[in-house]
């Protein structure tokens, strides 16, 4: 989503465009490696110092309300936010958390299978699974 497409989307819904909100939402819609919102803090306050924590929470959760993002909690207490909205597994690594996203064909199937069985239109999905990444199973040799 380009600059325009999101100053258009934001004036759209109501909302104010700033150089920092722009800033967030250009930063988390690059990324695939699923940042927190303390990692988004601690990037961008190298170029914008007057940041805040709470304009990252404020401008994630916006995004959120815009079907913009997904935000995945886990049960050690961490959030994690997630720009890729199409139906794909975040392959989590139980040892760092390192999350990858898994995307197939035969999985978009599967789950056309799931849901028309269930007879209903989800609002949402979320496929999770863990497993030991490469590099964590090196290092337990």
């Known amino acids: 989503m380009d600059d325009q ?4 989307l934001f004036r759209k819904n109501g909302y104010k465009v700033t150089t920092q909100r722009l800033a967030i939402c250009k930063f ?3 990324r695939n490696d699923h940042p927190t919102a ?31 993002i997904q935000e995945l909690g886990f049960n ?3 959030i994690r936010y997630d720009p890729d909205m199409e139906l ?3 392959m989590v690594c139980s040892i760092c958390g390192k999350i990858y996203d898994y ?5 978009k199937k599967l789950w056309n299978v799931i849901i028309s069985d269930i007879g209903i239109k989800p609002d949402g ?7 030991k990444c ?3 199973k090196k290092n337990e040799l």
């Open 28 to 30: 988390i819609l690059s």
């Open 88 to 90: 794909h597994i975040n």
């Open 125 to 131: 999905q979320r496929i999770d699974l863990y497993y």
């Open 76 to 78: 050690e207490g961490s």
């Open 38 to 68: 303390e990692v988004i803090y601690q990037e961008l306050r190298k170029e914008y110092p007057t940041i805040s924590l709470g304009t990252i929470y404020k401008t994630l959760h916006l995004l959120k309300e815009l079907g913009l």
């Open 134 to 136: 490469d590099d964590c």
């Open 5 to 8: 497409e999101l100053f258009a």
């Open 103 to 107: 995307k197939a064909e035969n999985v």
